[in-house]
């Protein structure tokens, strides 16, 4: 069977080629059908392109509005090749920032992120970067907390089938959507999310969401809180649990460090604000009673409090997390099967699934010899500020001063904030080069552009670290002539600085899949021989067994706490932190507390900017569902009909949403399921600024980062901060627009 494993799962290869939904699949996402769309799309890079201005020496100043020109793929790796060694040799290697992102590939060899460490390090090294855009905050912020085992995204949450065995009450904030579910960074064979909550269901078990938007919720009860306000609410529901004699002081005996600061702080000691299931109504706008209710039920009832990743993507981010922590504490359900505390259901697809997990090599990259690093979501900042200080996590990192950029397999003008103020200053570094397989606008803003076969133009071996399939991923069709994968793209830059042997590592490509897929089968015995495993297409450990392989977080720790305790600074669950409250940061003190993550300013709304259904991230932007999914080209904004009304923008309307960051071109659409004051422009739009006539910059692309602010979300963790800014929504100003839209359709 031939097989192509993507970030939307695998899928079965008919002649033609043809994609068809996997048969061991009970889910397959429709949207990963469409992948071969892509392959003669005219966004594709089809050769080496260098930006005119900088081979003429004008060091970025056109980056972004210039035009291109072809090169051969000799003359390009030159050029490359060259930069590396004029860079290196006059600033050092810690003027090289090497970027990159995970999704380029469900593939483990084809991985963009280790293909070019892997080139870099070899070249010297590079500055690079640590944490997530997805995941940044909360990856800081739970060493601390819950040890530094607990950290990663995905580890921390009960099996679906202790959930649906054990629970009767899902308290999840910020929603479950089960479109995120369908996603997995090393792909998977099976999504079964949608199968585990109809069991949950059926076994009698309740789920009841808060969230802004109502289609957050995949079942159950809808409570709608106002944006960035959840932490005021588990604080409310702590104080219940507190005023009426419900804490579970045993548990927070015997596992957890700091309860008595938490509970002054609830009790108004510290500040003299008690922090009532009145005072947290008054802030999230949802009923005291039904704060009261929810305390009452988490004790009540065999009780689950799940949080989604969108939560600490936000100013004061880590506040949620840590104030959840502390209210699961609270309740003592925390190490019981199913119950306690997740971080994520439904966030992607292997997070809760009871099965072994797959564990085997990478790609090797080698030792970086440069130490400079930033927090991914920090980029801008290094590139306007360089020399000054940044504070992270108890340090203090000095911006390096960054002359060359090189970055594969990832689009920061889809994942970062703030994206004007990021194109003016990616003016600043004297090149940049890009990997991509299509025109991006990271590729739009680049000075050499090497052309990328795309996932299903190359075979791999694809596997999750966190799920138990694993696929051999076929070549579907050839690239284009002239369009190399990124392996081979730098190798032949390699070659150029006599470094070819030492990075193609004595394999071609075919054996470095057979090198991968050896280490997995090392570790697992059960799982076929390598020829056997490309014949079938695919295999899965502990494939028709019956029995699932449950997983309870801290049981071991819960049992004994002594025994088994966490990697904390005091072996326990700590909701107050000695070591927090040592940095001194006052946007993130040493123990949960509430701080307004509201932005300043007058305009009337909130922005939400989820996954969307169509695409992942921004990749199948291009794409027959994304594509479909506009209106009259344009990203559909949700907005509860009050809300246009009042705006004075109809439905169907071509509408300007905006705040001082920018201005979005969007298609307004009506959603009761939005609360009031919320609206709601999914990511993923492909950045496309232009000026109007009016003189101003506009995105046609539906970009909601245009919008969000790039600030980190503390000086702890400097993680995203993309949630809830405030915009504002209009009719459109300039109907010349229009017809720009027009052209590029």
């Known amino acids: 069977m031939q097989i192509f494993a993507s970030h939307f799962g695998f899928y079965e290869v008919s002649p033609g080629p043809v994609l068809r939904p996997f048969r061991h699949d009970p889910a397959p996402s429709a949207t990963g059908l469409a992948h071969l769309d892509l392959a003669r799309d005219p966004s594709r890079v089809m050769q080496p392109m260098a930006r005119r201005g900088w081979l003429e020496g004008d060091k970025g ?26 860079v290196r040799g006059t600033h050092g290697n ?29 070249a010297g090294g590079f500055v690079s970067t640590v944490n997530t855009y997805s995941y940044g905050t909360a990856k800081v912020i739970l060493p601390h907390v819950l040890g530094a085992e607990h950290a990663e995204s995905g580890v921390f949450a009960p099996s679906w089938d202790q959930i649906v065995a054990q629970c009767r009450v899902i308290l999840a904030f910020g929603g479950m959507r089960l479109s995120n579910a369908q996603v997995e960074a090393g792909s998977t064979g099976a999504h079964r999310t949608a199968d585990w909550l109809a069991a949950y269901s059926a076994a009698g078990g309740r789920i009841i969401t808060l969230s802004p938007d109502a289609s957050d919720a995949p079942q159950g009860e809808h409570l709608a809180i106002r944006p960035g306000t959840d932490t005021a609410a588990m604080l409310g529901m702590a104080h219940v649990l507190w005023s009426e004699g419900r804490l579970e002081r045993g548990f927070l005996d015997r596992c957890t460090v700091g309860a008595e600061q938490v509970i002054a702080y609830l009790s108004g000691t510290e500040d003299g604000v008690p ?266 450990l502990d494939a028709g067994e019956a029995a699932p392989a449950p997983y309870t977080p801290l049981a071991a720790f819960v049992a004994d706490p002594g025994a088994a305790p966490l990697s904390t600074p005091s072996g326990k669950i700590e909701l107050a932190s000695a070591v927090v409250a040592g940095f001194g940061y006052a946007d993130c003190p040493g123990h949960p507390v509430w701080l307004d993550p509201d932005e300043p300013g007058d305009l009337p709304f909130r922005m939400l900017s989820p996954q969307p259904e169509t695409r992942l991230h921004s990749q199948l932007d291009r794409a027959g569902p994304a594509r479909q999914a506009r209106w009259k080209g344009l990203e559909r904004l949700r907005a509860n009909p009050a809300d246009l009304l009042a705006a004075g923008v109809a439905v169907g309307d071509v509408a300007e949403l905006y705040n001082d960051r920018g201005i979005v071109l969007v298609a307004a659409t009506a959603d009761p399921k939005v609360g009031q004051g919320t609206l709601v422009l999914p990511t993923g739009g492909w950045f496309n600024p232009v000026r109007d006539a009016l003189d101003r910059v506009v995105d046609l692309g539906g970009n909601p980062n245009t919008l969000t602010a790039d600030l980190g979300s503390s000086r702890l963790s400097q993680g995203a901060s993309a949630n809830h800014p405030r915009v504002g929504l209009r009719a459109l100003r300039d109907p010349g627009l229009l017809k720009k839209l027009e052209d590029l359709a």
Not at 97 to 114: I, K, L, M, T
Not at 393 to 422: E, F, K, V
Request: proline letters at 6%; aromatic letters at 10%.
């Open 275 to 540: 922090k009532t299931a009145d005072w947290a109504a008054a802030i999230t706008g949802l009923g005291a009673d039904d704060l009261r209710r929810l305390a009452r039920l988490l004790t009540d009832e065999p009780s689950l409090i799940n949080l989604s990743w969108s939560l600490q993507r936000a100013r004061y981010g880590e506040q949620p997390y840590w104030a959840a922590v502390a209210l699961a504490a609270m309740v003592g359900r925390i190490g019981q099967p199913g119950q306690g505390l997740a971080l994520g259901l439904s966030a992607i697809a292997s997070v809760g699934q009871p099965v072994r997990k797959l564990r085997g090599p990478a790609l090797p990259v080698g030792r970086n010899p440069v130490s400079a690093f930033i927090p991914v979501a920090r980029l801008t900042d290094m590139l306007e500020r360089p020399g000054e200080v940044l504070d992270y996590d108890g340090q203090c990192l000095t911006l390096p001063n960054i002359r060359l950029i090189w970055w594969a397999g990832g689009n920061p003008y889809h994942h970062h904030q703030d994206l004007n103020r990021l194109r003016a200053a990616w003016k600043r570094p004297e090149t940049v080069i890009v990997q991509e397989s299509v025109w991006t606008a990271t590729a739009r803003h680049a000075d050499l552009v090497f052309p990328s076969a795309l996932p299903f133009e190359r075979a791999d071996v694809a596997a999750a670290s966190r799920d138990s399939w694993i696929g051999y991923s076929a070549r579907v069709m050839d690239p284009p002539q002239g369009v190399l994968t990124d392996h081979e793209t730098l190798a032949r830059v390699a070659a150029h600085l006599g470094l070819e042997d030492a990075f193609r590592g004595g394999r071609t490509e075919h054996q470095w899949l057979q090198h991968i897929y050896e280490g997995y089968a090392a570790e697992f015995p059960e799982l076929p021989d390598w020829d056997s495993f490309r014949l079938q297409g695919f295999a899965q």
């Open 94 to 122: 810690g003027a090289i920032f090497g970027g990159s992102y995970g999704w380029a590939s469900a593939g483990r060899f084809h991985h963009a992120q280790s293909q070019l460490k892997r080139f870099l390090n070899l």
């Open 61 to 86: 100043a056109a980056r972004g509005e210039d035009v291109f020109v072809p090169l051969t793929m000799e003359a390009a790796t030159r050029l490359a090749a060259d930069e590396i060694a004029r």
